[in-house]
């Protein structure tokens, strides 16, 4: 009993001196003080951030403070922090408060790797490239770019002579007779010139299409590939928030072995711990499905990603300039494409109005002579009343096709620019909040020290502590997903803009350079008869000229 009191005098006296020894701070008052001094990084910043002022361009220069860029390992107070954005900074901010590429981690095999750099990992247009060469729906839409190669050829017979053969029967046998005839066809009412044009503006659509599939499939991998980083990014937390919760763990089981704590406690951090090993593996399934997407998307395992370089980042005047750029979609190629496929058939159903002209040369070959005509050079001239009957109607109805036509163009012009406006206000809402989460995850990673500092003083409870934790690792991760939301909506807006120049595609834009390449490896004599002229899928003289940019250069 004796040793039991000395035991609570020294437990007791200890207490007394730890609470003079502390600074007289009310439980009360320890919170605001310490998210007023984790707001104090931000007095600078403005309270209203203009989104119509015209965007700066900064780079990661404007960072103070940089990522590293390999996985940490390190303790929640480690977090980079963005420093406040001043006035003279604030027309700037909103798209320049995104991170800089180069301090984003790099998504490994591996569930976090400190060997692969971002410098040896693969970046987005290079898995890119690998899908538009390897995909299937490339291939189906090559074919079908061949396809209308011959097409147009074709459709150039009907410029060059031909042979017709005819044979007529009698009652009997030796009155009948065989003439051949070679004709050259003069007039047909138009029908050849549109049947060619007819051929030529389904070519082009055909490289339209083949665009408009590689524009689809870019978006199904953008999509992978930031599910991969993103993940990883969400490992890399979960494991920083784990390994928080077991130093956390092995602070109160020796309290709770020396008497201080309950061991309700300890189950408390036990149960913790299980349900960030649970989210660990939610984010780790996550990447294994994305892993598996981008897989079947590049037909082989998908190699090191890192996160897109500053050149592909949307500078403010690409953001100016964006509506424009709808007129350059392939979606809006397609459409145009369609009207003039249209107008030309209509072109080609009113032909039949018109009479044929040829110059024909007979020449009987046996039988009995019934004609003096069949041996000899003649114009003919053909017409047939129900032809023109029958075209007629035709022409109104596929005239009324054009009209449809057009006003598809019309409805997809619209549907595009509202997509772009909702896409650039998301690019600039994520970039506004990153830089305002990265300030918050500081904050709650300050406040997750002054708790530790108060629990051990007694003046806060071990829940209290816990839920700072878990508060700080929830904005990490917020902080995470708004960046990875980041990039994703602005290489979405890189693709549908058509401004593959900035991730190295510009060469699949030019069906021109594209059939030069294609002559190349086949029949290059074919390709110098063949007219290329109006093939230029982005150099359409009825396509309006974007704001900055040289005639005819989007």
Known sequence: MTSRLNHCRRGALLVVLSLLLLPTVTPAQAPVADVETAQSAAADQPRKLQLDTQIGSQGPASKTVKRRSKPRRTKPAAIATTPAVTEAAAPAALVDAAPAPESLPAATDSQISDEATPASATGVGEVLDRVFATHPSIQQALGAVE?????????????????????????????????ISIVQP???????????EEAKQRREAAFANLTQVRLTLSQEVIT????????DAQLELWDQYISNLQKSRGTIERRAESGVAPDADVQTVLVRISLAESGRET???????????LSSLMSQPPPPLRWPDDGSRLKAEDLGGLLDRVEYHPLMTVDRQAIDIQKAVAKGSKASIWPQLSLQHRQQLDGTEFDPSNDATLFVLQY???????????????????????????????NLQAQFRSDTAQLLAFATQIASQDRAATAATNLVDSYQRQF???????????????????????????????????LRLVLQATLWDRLGL??????????????RKSDSQFWDRLSLDGLRLNHRSDAPTPAGTAEGKP
Request: zero cysteines; charged letters at 25%; proline letters at 1%.
């Open 384 to 414: 047939q009343t129900t032809n023109g009957v029958r075209a007629y109607q035709a022409g109104r109805a596929e005239q009324a096709r054009v009209v449809a036509a057009e006003q598809k163009l019309a409805a997809t012009r619209a």
């Open 283 to 293: 984010a780790r399934t996550q990447r294994i499905t994305a892993r598996s997407r």
């Open 224 to 231: 992978a590939v930031f599910d991969i980083l993103g993940a």
């Open 186 to 196: 003069l007039w047909d009412g138009g029908l050849t010139r549109a049947q060619l």
């Open 456 to 490: 051990e003083a007694g003046r806060k409870s071990w829940l209290e502590l816990l839920n700072a934790i878990r508060e700080a690792h929830e904005s990490r991760l917020q902080a995470a997903n708004t960046e990875r939301a980041y990039w994703q909506t602005n």
């Open 147 to 179: 396809a209308s190669r011959y097409a147009i050829e074709g459709a150039r017979a009907g410029y060059y002579p031909y042979a017709q053969v005819q044979s007529a029967v009698a009652n009997k046998s030796e009155d009948g007779n065989t003439t």
């Open 506 to 519: 510009q060469g699949y834009l030019d069906p021109l350079a594209a059939a030069d390449a294609e002559a």
